[in-house]
């Protein structure tokens, strides 16, 4: 069995821990806990970290490319890029993994947006949770259909900062108040984390070609 660099450092980390705690007079149960911790602490903080609050767009990337092969990851990456046979795969094989009805609304939304089939929208959102994404999606097809006060009004409702002004950006660029439009994608983008700051930002570079990352990106 060939193991690659990451597996190998892993293994040699796990027994020279062992040896450590073993030469501290640790009993085994007790280290085995501190090595799961430490294990995890290494291995999957700093991929929360990426995924929910990194802010470096460039590190962002290098992170979903490093992960194409996984649909959860890649789907942002061709989303953002708009590579329509992987997001097309890369729903194909979440749906297939994840069979749970909430899971299955919200992927199966986001693909319809992708080819605005608005009618496919409507009949999954009221599937989806938590509330503040099914009132993300809801306001969208709201605005899509031209109902600026229902969409204002569901809007309201949404407690999270990015969702609202990228959702008001969306209702300016309708209105074509271009430069209002832009000012709360800059906002919606500063408000941001992680994959979703990535997702937006490529999205609002086609959408607003002299948007340019800030250097803290």
């Not at 149960?29 to 430490?38: G, S, T, V, Y």
């Not at 009004?153 to 949404?158: Q, R, S, T, V």
């Not at 990535?198 to 086609?206: E, H, I, N, P, S």
Request: charged share 25%.
């Amino acid at each position: 069995m060939i193991w690659n660099i990451r597996n190998l450092v892993t293994f040699v980390f796990v027994i020279v821990m062992w040896m450590i705690l073993d030469r501290l007079h640790i009993n085994n149960a007790l280290a085995f806990i501190i090595i799961f911790i430490l294990m995890f602490l290494i291995l999957y903080v700093p991929i929360f970290f990426t995924v929910l609050w990194d802010s470096n767009l460039k590190r962002i990337e290098k992170f979903l490319m490093s992960r194409k092969s996984k649909p959860e990851y890649h789907l942002f990456y061709a989303l953002a890029h708009e590579i329509d046979e992987e997001v097309e795969d890369s729903i194909r094989l979440l749906l297939q993994k994840y069979k749970g009805i909430h899971k299955q609304a919200l992927y199966k939304t986001v693909f319809a947006f992708y080819k605005k089939e608005i009618l496919t929208v409507k009949e999954e959102i009221e599937l989806i949770k938590p509330p503040a994404y099914k009132n993300y999606y809801r306001a969208i097809v709201c605005i899509e259909e031209g109902n600026n006060t229902e969409a204002l009004k569901i809007i309201h409702e949404i407690p999270t900062p990015w969702m609202k002004n990228a959702l008001l950006s969306e209702l300016e660029l309708k209105s074509n108040h271009y430069a209002d439009a832009i000012e709360l994608a800059q906002q919606a983008l500063h408000q941001s984390k992680g994959l979703q700051k990535y997702v937006l930002f490529k999205t609002y570079q086609r959408k607003f070609p002299e948007m340019q990352p800030a250097k803290e990106w």
